[in-house]
């Protein structure tokens, strides 16, 4: 997974599989993932993720770590 992206729905604008910028990831209090970041365009975007491609995002340097 060495090109790892990551997308979300962005609810304002209703539109599909949109980039998220400047992501952190942080652990839901039941160990899930979520990336939290923004569009570009100053609209918030939140996303659940697998633990797998989680720490391969942080791994590759398109997010942040959130936690400890």
């Given at each position: 997974?060495?090109?790892?992206?990551?997308?979300?729905?962005?609810?304002?604008?209703k539109?599909?599989?949109?980039?998220?910028?400047?992501?952190?990831?942080?652990?839901?209090?039941?160990?899930?993932?979520?990336?939290?970041?923004?569009d570009?365009?100053g609209?918030?975007?939140?996303t659940?993720?697998?633990?797998?491609?989680?720490?391969a995002?942080?791994?590759?340097g398109?997010?942040?770590k959130?936690?400890?």
């Amino acid at each position: 997974m060495a090109d790892v992206q990551l997308t979300a729905y962005n609810v304002k604008t209703k539109e599909k599989g949109v980039p998220i910028q400047d992501a952190v990831i942080t652990k839901t209090a039941k160990g899930a993932y979520m990336a939290q970041g923004n569009d570009g365009k100053g609209n918030k975007l939140t996303t659940l993720l697998g633990e797998e491609k989680a720490l391969a995002a942080i791994a590759a340097g398109v997010a942040k770590k959130g936690w400890e």
